[in-house]
């Protein structure tokens, strides 16, 4: 992971041809694992994941690639997530990416790993994005991801495609965004469609209103037989702090609704996120905790 | 030489008269009493209701202030059976009638009180009668109106305001399960006396029965009770039996069969009472009793078998040993015993004693059925005479329980398809009732987890099972597992319903709809919810391959 986060500040042709060669040569097995953990941040988790056209954090291109190319500075970040508290064992993730924007477009490099004792899951995915337009970027993200426990694991890789559209000033003092991804293609051979009858395939589309400071922001993704609603807000609250709120709904066989709220605090280069994500229909499995710390670059 | 061969012939030979079989598929049996219930066409189902049969009759009947009103017990004897209004302010006041069930209703009248009897001005001189459906309380519909009523008697028919009618004007039925009366003109100086509010219907009866009795005129092991029925959709039959003057139980305390089930009360038995219980939820539907076919074998396989446990008070929720003792008198004409069976326990490390001669373990088999809770014994030899066996076994119980025990005969089995189980006799100087003694425990107990992983299609991972103790619950309740993966979607619930006692369920992997889930982490969540009670305990596994 370090070596191809290395080659990632080499020029970008060479870059884009070595990582590519190395994520395809992590050599894909068979199964596709559940990865049923979504790689949120505090940030995102705290206005429910509503994120796909959100631009100014690390956190955006995890959720739309083509957010990088916006970044104008670089920025890392890392979360520590704490899933599901009433479930003995702990349930753990750490995440951590970057952004490095670059005279070409914005790379990216993001890693994250769930687990539980000997259980676990570990994603890296890098990606690019550019400015195809004033209004207009796209972006891609190569990922590869693997499970394992004990003598069993598989490992895949994916490819994410991300498009955002500024729309502009809607209003004197509202700025509109909506952003398209495409998540979770690959190949149709590995595909679990063969044990689950559906794709793992994912397309969102999202949609952001800036009114003056605060954000509010809405989504819907689909795939695999599954819709999810994502909506979220942020509004400034005192000084440096920010308050966030938000909530998701996933339709599948079964209903899962989550209530999230968060706070999120700037000090000079340095933020600090918390959310609190509450499941209405997992209730007694506990809350889960999220606790976000992000650097910005000059 | 001929004499010789048919002697020789005779002995080692096993010979029992067959199983008979009774049946009707006529009315020869006169039930001894009938309720409700016609032999219509070869079968028996519920009567139909008569014009003049007053469905609201033993129901409840509330006023607009939820007060009970006797305005439905066929009385309308001077103030204890009649409403007064006390006032000649009634505008408004309205008295509800529950059925109980939907039914469709042609008709309701208002009979006055005797206060309105003495003092005939005492009557309703405007009303509004509607009906709300179970399933829509609060939705009410107009059956009958009138403003101007000048008669003591209400009756919607008869003074023609029933405003239900079919697609060519002609009053039909409306299907629902309240009426309601509503007092719409008032005099100025007269008040009201409601004496009852009838209501009549069209359709079957709601509920009706039958008895008969089976004489079999010698004692014998009754086998599988069989019935031809049509039972739609709202309706309901049930079918029950006990022995005369041996088994000594209400109706209600009897289980209903189940068909091809056998029979559960005490054998031999000589004669049964039988009851069978006609309902409908649905005005137009009835169940009909086409054929009834009673399998009985006049040899036992013993005569007489009496049987009691000792101790008869355990530890509750420890493993405890315990003495089943069984004293068979099996003559000459039996099939004698080498089957087993004692309900609401498994026994484990089972020992056997016959006579005082231990059983070595290659002289018998255990079956031990967790589904159906109870533990088969299989003999290899038969017992043909008098004996008394003794089982010593292990068993852990949560709640006071019965150990009923029951013995069959292979020779039999073989022959007819199917052990015909003779149940026997609690033992009138001890008794198979087993006592737990000790404070309860916690509701759920901490999960025992067979295994961590499942791999579907593996020799020995193909599942998982989760074993817990369900204490402290005195009725029945609902026990599940849950099973979810870690986006929040539930893929698998399994669940049962019971009281007290050791649960386990497996889980191999599949969702609701049968396919295997992808492998990854998956939470699951223990429940037992119900009768004021709450439990529940998390863990999680993973699915791999």
Redesign the interface.
Known sequence: MVVVGVLALWPISKNIVVSVALCIGLKPLVAFAAFEVEHWGAHSAAMGGAFSAHVGTVEGSWFNPAVAAAMQVKMFTSTHVQLFKGVPGGLKQNSGGGVVPTKYGGATLSFARFGEREYSEQIFAMGFARKMHQRFSLGFQLGNAGWEFGDWGARDWSLSLGGLYEVGWITPHTFARIGLVARGLGSTTRDSGRLTGHRPSRYVFAFELRPEKQIFAAEVETGRGEWELRAGCETPLVGDWNLRFGGNVLFAETLNRTANVGLGYTWNLIRFDYAYSHSYDLSSFGATHRIGIGLFGS | MIGLAILMLGIGSESYAEMKRWEWDDEPYLPSTRRDVVWINGAYKLAELSEEENIALGNTAKDDFGLRVPLTDGKIDLIVSEWISNSPNVFGRNFVVDLGQNRAITKVRVIPGQTALNQPEYFVRGYRIEAAHENSRDVWRLLAEQTKHFNLVLDTQADSSWKVTDDVGLSTYREARYVRLTITRQDRSNWVALGDIEVYGTGYHAHGDLQFDFGAKQPVNIGRIVWEADVPDGTDLRMKAKGVSVDNLDWAEVPSLAQRDQYTGVEPVEDLEFKVEFETKAAFSTPRLDKLKIDYDPTLVASYVICHIEPNKIQRKEIAEVKYIIDAMVGSDDYGIDWIEIKNSIFEDIGIEIDGMMLTSAEYEIMADVDLNRTRIELLSTIRQDSRIEITGKTRLFVDTELRASVGNRVQAERDGYINWQNTTENPLGSWDLQVVGAPGDLLSSIRQSG??I?PGSADESSISFEFDVDNISSATEISIEI????????KRLSEFGTAGVYRFDWDGS??SE???????Y?Y?VVVEGAGVSG?R???C?V??
Not at chain 2, 515 to 521: D, E, F, N, S
């Open positions: 961590s992983v791999s979810y993966s870690m986006n929040g979607i539930r893929v969702s609701e396919k295997i889930v992808p492998p990854g982490l939470m969540q529940r998390r863990g999680t993973v791999a391959y």
